[in-house]
């Protein structure tokens, strides 16, 4: 079986997959000894991983001594090429869009990740990756909100959200997910305007302060970019 890992800002994720399936064997914080011990007594025969930022050596070690590959600006995907900074581009950003491709190839599709920070990116039904958009995420804005005034204070982003605040802690915290909110709905409305079949898909860790997927969301989906770094390593496994 591979083992698949999507390294975020402070936590990992981390699933195997044998044969079709994938199985989520750990979600935590980036720690080598956890890590080992999640997927101790399991035959990994290679696998992939990504981060959104440089890892502990020990850890690179670690999965380089099960036969893991890192995710690259080089390494080939199943999609052309269409973003003209490849070498800047989030590893995090290419393996969901391969995780959207995969589970509906041949469409339009934008792919939302509502993490530290929120991405948009968009495929076109040739199956190319044209690029897309980042912007902060909830913890960034409501820190932003606390850190760069004299008065408001940090809100947490659980809690009453209201089309209008009656307070300061709701105004803050209806202000920053409801601005998304609008945000990621306006996306969504704009692209479908120029791609009328488009579909888009919803992931990331913050993806459930969002009420937008019964109404403009066509796939929720957690693991997304697990699922794109699966697809990668067995279309790599065929070009070689």
């Known amino acids: 079986m591979i083992l698949l890992l999507d390294f975020g800002n402070t936590r990992v994720k981390a699933a195997v997959q044998d044969g079709g399936a994938l199985r989520h064997v ?10 080992s011990e999640a997927v101790k007594g399991l035959e990994i025969n290679g696998g992939m991983w990504c981060s959104v930022h ?19 600006c080089s ?31 041949g469409h339009d599709l934008l792919v939302i990740d509502a993490g530290t920070a929120v991405t948009y990116d968009f495929v076109s039904a040739d199956g190319t990756y044209m690029g897309g958009n980042i912007a902060p995420g909830i ?14 204070p940090m809100v947490k982003p659980s809690g009453p959200v209201r089309m209008i605040g009656n307070d300061t802690e709701t105004a803050i915290r209806s202000g920053v997910i409801n601005g998304i909110r609008y945000e990621t709905e306006g996306y ?26 019964g109404k403009s969301t066509n ?9 794109g770094l699966a697809r990668i390593v067995g279309f790599n496994e065929k070009v070689i």
């Open 188 to 213: 969504i409305r704009d692209l479908k305007s120029l791609y009328p079949s488009l579909l888009v898909f919803l992931t990331g860790g913050d993806a459930e302060f969002f009420d937008i997927k």
């Open 139 to 152: 913890g960034m804005r409501l820190k932003s909100l606390h850190e760069h005034t004299g008065a408001l």
């Open 26 to 35: 750990y979600s935590g914080p980036i720690d080598r000894k956890q890590l």
């Open 75 to 105: 390494t080939p995907v199943p999609l052309r090429d269409g973003y003209s900074s490849a070498s800047t581009l989030g590893m995090d950003r290419l393996a969901a869009a391969v995780g959207a491709w995969a589970m509906q190839p």
């Open 219 to 227: 796939f929720a989906v957690p693991d997304l970019v697990l699922r």
């Open 54 to 72: 440089p890892l502990e050596p020990q850890v690179i070690e670690w999965m380089k001594g099960l036969g893991l590959s890192p995710l690259t």
